[in-house]
């Protein structure tokens, strides 16, 4: 017997890297099919089924509507704050309303994702997708019908308004962009990247330019001969009113088509194997072996949006305050530009995200928007005295930032496992946010204390760009060393790599605490919680609280499929190697380990994504084969077999 499972298991572990050697063979003969990089897609979900191949293209749809009305709801604002600086003076001097307009939205939209990235996991995506359009709608509501004693408590209402729309606009995120990843995980490993671009991002992009289109067409009936600091008359109340009203048709046409998506067929299938619940196993599998990724997802988003929230909501100020121009011109201009680059270079990021990879794509934009900023600053004074070179060179600048967004986007959405896809794009993404918050909140701040502290000067702008510039060098840097490179790579072989890492965790946690049949075999496992262990580890005695984790973690076990004391024995001796495809990662392990040990880790990391447990299980099942597993003594693997 012992002969029997030692053979077994050692033939289970060493199944993958056989296929995985064998790969060209198997594609010749139609067997396996192989991405471009050489990885075998050994781990596909069932064939689509035409339901299926409709339901991804109404989902796709869907997608691509709600983010043409997140882009018009990000921008609604710009145009607003500065009308209203326009209009009244104690507005242009008044730093927190200037960046209460300015961040507001940010703070619904942190908020939104933090939120709806865990309802997104737990109830689903469509309902999540749901609520999201309810609110964007009612954030519009109020901002129609915001009012107020003075033109001040007016403003603070319309900050309610945008802050109301942002919650739903971050569920937007954490609801959709996961569920579009997963769906485009069905169609093409490949080209996954690129759709997953064009449905958000880029749709987003053309967003961005709609309300200005309609505020050139609003501003132009009430406003059009208003200037900075001039009191002109203009008839703010048709173009506050109206931006907002305009936005509520969009809205609603998405609300109505958000009763009619479903959620991706990955997360349906996740959510039946594991229901709705969470565990410690959960936590410590991200904490153990997700930081050094979490680091790149959530700083990198965090520097982007503090340079282009700060940058795009006082735009039109920069604008009119080095060349002069109207509030009318200043839209003319912002359009021209998107016209120009902004609303086609997000289509040439996309199309290559997928061919240099997330990572190089990424390194590209920082290096790009680094290098431009310097040079722009450098030749401040020279492209001030030609406006047109300034407007040319500025649009230059801004429009390679899209090769950072879109990694940006996608990276969060491909790092995680669908377990918890959703909830950890929430969290990087809103802690990004904090960016564009403190960004947009210290701009006008930095901006007038380089001037002197009088008044905002060209100098004090100047010397802000060069921050910025340094600021984006960074990014350059941290972004070569802590981005993970997730192109070409199957998410449902993460997903396997993260089950069997909460698997042999599991294992390994059940053999320290001293996990006994007498604990496998209770009957109120299911009552065992992570919320009341981490009551007890505070307000309990350690031996109580010693107790409760033991057999916390034989519940563990249980649901793991863990069921008896030679299985988990089994399964705690398989390797928990575990590459995150950070270059960070890499250079440390193979410091560490040597080129020969990180070779072996690298393989074991890979094998994990496609390890089948199945056999396994039958072998330990106590039920079939109860005679099997008395007779089977206690085995530990040998290194040789480990790797």
Same mark, same amino acid.
């Given at each position: 017997?012992?002969?029997?499972?030692?053979?077994?298991?050692?033939?289970?572990?060493?199944?993958?890297?056989?296929?995985?050697?064998?790969?060209?063979?198997?594609?010749?003969?139609?067997?396996?099919?192989?991405?471009?990089?050489?990885?075998?897609?050994?781990?596909?979900?069932?064939?689509?089924?035409?339901?299926?191949?409709?339901?991804?293209?109404?989902?796709?749809?869907?997608?691509?509507?709600?983010?043409?009305?997140?882009?018009?709801?990000?921008?609604?604002?710009?145009?607003?704050?500065?009308?209203?600086?326009?209009?009244?003076?104690?507005?242009?001097?008044?730093?927190?309303?200037?960046?209460?307009?300015?961040?507001?939205?940010?703070?619904?939209?942190?908020?939104?994702?933090?939120?709806?990235?865990?309802?997104?996991?737990?109830?689903?995506?469509?309902?999540?997708?749901?609520?999201?359009?309810?609110?964007?709608?009612?954030?519009?509501?109020?901002?129609?019908?915001?009012?107020?004693?003075?033109?001040?408590?007016?403003?603070?209402?319309?900050?309610?308004?945008?802050?109301?729309?942002?919650?739903?606009?971050?569920?937007?995120?954490?609801?959709?962009?996961?569920?579009?990843?997963?769906?485009?995980?069905?169609?093409?490993?490949?080209?996954?990247?690129?759709?997953?671009?064009?449905?958000?991002?880029?749709?987003?992009?053309?967003?961005?330019?709609?309300?200005?289109?309609?505020?050139?067409?609003?501003?132009?009936?009430?406003?059009?001969?208003?200037?900075?600091?001039?009191?002109?008359?203009?008839?703010?109340?048709?173009?506050?009113?109206?931006?907002?009203?305009?936005?509520?048709?969009?809205?609603?046409?998405?609300?109505?088509?958000?009763?009619?998506?479903?959620?991706?067929?990955?997360?349906?299938?996740?959510?039946?194997?594991?229901?709705?619940?969470?565990?410690?196993?959960?936590?410590?599998?991200?904490?153990?072996?997700?930081?050094?990724?979490?680091?790149?997802?959530?700083?990198?988003?965090?520097?982007?949006?503090?340079?282009?929230?700060?940058?795009?909501?006082?735009?039109?100020?920069?604008?009119?305050?080095?060349?002069?121009?109207?509030?009318?011109?200043?839209? %003319?201009?912002?359009? $021209?530009?998107?016209? @120009? &680059?902004?609303? #086609?270079?997000? /289509?040439?990021?996309? *199309?290559?995200?997928?061919?240099?990879?997330?990572?190089?794509?990424?390194?590209?934009?920082?290096?790009?928007?680094?290098?431009?900023?310097?040079?722009?600053?450098?030749?401040? %004074?020279?492209?001030? $005295?030609?406006?047109? @070179? &300034?407007?040319? #060179?500025?649009? /230059?600048?801004?429009? *390679?930032?899209?090769?950072?967004?879109?990694?940006?986007?996608?990276?969060?959405?491909?790092?995680?496992?669908?377990?918890?896809?959703?909830?950890?794009?929430?969290?990087?993404?809103?802690?990004?946010?904090?960016?564009?918050?403190?960004?947009?909140?210290?701009?006008?701040?930095?901006?007038?204390?380089?001037?002197?502290?009088?008044?905002?000067?060209?100098?004090?702008?100047?010397?802000?760009?060069?921050?910025?510039?340094?600021?984006?060098?960074?990014?350059?840097?941290?972004?070569?060393?802590?981005?993970?490179?997730?192109?070409?790579?199957?998410?449902?072989?993460?997903?396997?790599?993260?089950?069997?890492?909460?698997?042999?965790?599991?294992?390994?946690?059940?053999?320290?605490?001293?996990?006994?049949?007498?604990?496998?075999?209770?009957?109120?496992?299911?009552?065992?919680?992570?919320?009341?262990?981490?009551?007890?580890?505070?307000?309990?005695?350690?031996?109580?609280?010693?107790?409760?984790?033991?057999?916390?973690?034989?519940?563990?076990?249980?649901?793991?499929?863990?069921?008896?004391?030679?299985?988990?024995?089994?399964?705690?001796?398989?390797?928990?190697?575990?590459?995150?495809?950070?270059?960070?990662?890499?250079?440390?392990?193979?410091?560490?380990?040597?080129?020969?040990?990180?070779?072996?880790?690298?393989?074991?990391?890979?094998?994990?994504?496609?390890?089948?447990?199945?056999?396994?299980?039958?072998?330990?099942?106590?039920?079939?084969?109860?005679?099997?597993?008395?007779?089977?003594?206690?085995?530990?693997?040998?290194?040789?077999?480990?790797?």
């Amino acid at each position: 017997m012992n002969a029997r499972v030692d053979v077994v298991g050692e033939e289970l572990y060493r199944s993958s890297l056989e296929i995985i050697r064998a790969s060209q063979e198997h594609e010749q003969k139609g067997g396996v099919e192989v991405t471009e990089t050489g990885e075998p897609q050994l781990n596909k979900l069932e064939p689509l089924s035409e339901e299926d191949k409709s339901t991804i293209r109404f989902n796709a749809f869907g997608t691509a509507a709600g983010f043409f009305v997140n882009g018009y709801m990000y921008d609604i604002s710009i145009v607003l704050l500065t009308m209203f600086s326009d209009i009244f003076p104690s507005v242009a001097n008044d730093n927190t309303l200037q960046s209460a307009i300015g961040v507001s939205m940010l703070y619904g939209v942190m908020f939104g994702l933090l939120a709806f990235g865990f309802i997104a996991d737990y109830f689903g995506r469509k309902k999540g997708l749901i609520m999201c359009s309810c609110l964007v709608l009612l954030g519009n509501i109020i901002g129609v019908a915001m009012n107020g004693t003075t033109h001040v408590g007016l403003m603070w209402m319309m900050c309610i308004a945008l802050g109301v729309a942002g919650l739903g606009m971050g569920g937007e995120y954490t609801c959709n962009v996961p569920n579009v990843m997963e769906d485009s995980e069905q169609l093409n490993t490949a080209t996954r990247g690129r759709r997953v671009a064009m449905l958000v991002m880029c749709l987003e992009v053309i967003g961005n330019y709609a309300p200005f289109a309609v505020q050139l067409l609003l501003v132009g009936v009430a406003c059009r001969h208003s200037y900075l600091g001039v009191a002109s008359n203009c008839n703010w109340n048709v173009v506050a009113r109206l931006s907002f009203g305009i936005a509520t048709i969009p809205v609603i046409t998405v609300l109505i088509f958000r009763t009619k998506m479903k959620d991706s067929l990955m997360f349906k299938k996740d959510q039946q194997r594991r229901g709705r619940r969470y565990d410690g196993l959960d936590l410590f599998v991200i904490l153990r072996h997700f930081l050094p990724r979490t680091v790149g997802t959530v700083i990198m988003w965090f520097l982007i949006d503090w340079i282009n929230y700060s940058q795009g909501t006082f735009g039109a100020l920069i604008l009119q305050t080095v060349i002069g121009v109207s509030l009318f011109k200043s839209i %003319w201009i912002s359009l $021209a530009e998107g016209a @120009a &680059w902004l609303m #086609w270079l997000p /289509f040439l990021a996309a *199309f290559v995200v997928d061919k240099l990879g997330r990572r190089k794509t990424e390194m590209l934009g920082w290096m790009w928007l680094a290098s431009t900023q310097i040079i722009n600053t450098g030749f401040f %004074w020279q492209l001030k $005295a030609k406006p047109i @070179a &300034w407007i040319i #060179w500025s649009t /230059f600048v801004g429009g *390679f930032q899209y090769f950072v967004f879109i990694p940006v986007y996608l990276v969060p959405a491909e790092a995680f496992p669908t377990r918890i896809r959703a909830t950890m794009y929430g969290i990087s993404s809103a802690l990004g946010k904090m960016g564009g918050i403190v960004g947009t909140t210290t701009f006008p701040t930095i901006w007038l204390r380089w001037s002197g502290g009088v008044t905002k000067t060209n100098e004090g702008l100047r010397k802000t760009m060069w921050f910025y510039g340094g600021m984006e060098y960074l990014a350059l840097i941290i972004c070569t060393f802590f981005v993970p490179e997730y192109s070409h790579r199957s998410l449902v072989g993460e997903d396997t790599r993260f089950i069997e890492l909460r698997r042999r965790h599991c294992a390994r946690f059940a053999q320290k605490c001293g996990v006994t049949s007498e604990d496998l075999t209770r009957e109120d496992l299911q009552q065992y919680n992570l919320k009341t262990l981490i009551r007890k580890l505070f307000f309990a005695s350690k031996e109580d609280y010693s107790e409760y984790r033991r057999i916390y973690i034989a519940s563990l076990c249980h649901s793991e499929k863990l069921l008896n004391l030679a299985h988990i024995e089994y399964v705690a001796n398989l390797p928990v190697d575990y590459k995150d495809l950070t270059l960070f990662s890499s250079l440390v392990l193979k410091y560490r380990l040597g080129k020969a040990g990180y070779h072996k880790f690298a393989e074991n990391s890979e094998a994990m994504g496609f390890y089948d447990s199945t056999t396994e299980m039958e072998m330990f099942d106590e039920n079939r084969n109860s005679k099997v597993v008395d007779d089977i003594a206690p085995q530990v693997l040998d290194d040789e077999k480990r790797s």
